[in-house]
């Protein structure tokens, strides 16, 4: 999703960071998110560091990653 400068949406940018943090409890790992500093034209870069860690289990939402949408009326026209 992008705003209307054509900027990727805070709201898919944030769906996508629970997305990883869900997804990666299936191989008992974490995740955890750096921002960098913005480059010359504005543009943040998100480094995503992945650790295996004992005792993690998978996350109650996991089943439910490919059913989330952040533009629900975009896809319910393609299904149409």
């Known amino acids: 999703m ?3 400068d054509g900027h990727a949406s805070q709201l898919a940018v ?3 960071m629970e ?3 869900i997804a990666t409890t299936a191989e008992g790992m974490q995740a955890s998110f750096k921002c960098r ?3 010359a034209d504005g543009r ?3 480094d995503v560091i992945l650790q295996k860690k004992a005792g993690i289990i998978a ?3 996991l089943s439910m990653i ?3 949408v952040t533009q629900p009326l ?3 026209e393609t299904e149409l």
């Open 44 to 46: 943040y870069s998100i």
């Open 2 to 4: 992008y705003d209307l």
């Open 19 to 21: 997305n990883i943090s």
């Open 59 to 61: 996350h109650p939402l």
């Open 74 to 76: 975009k896809i319910l």
């Open 14 to 16: 944030g769906a996508l």
């Open 66 to 68: 490919k059913k989330r």
């Open 37 to 39: 500093t913005p480059d």
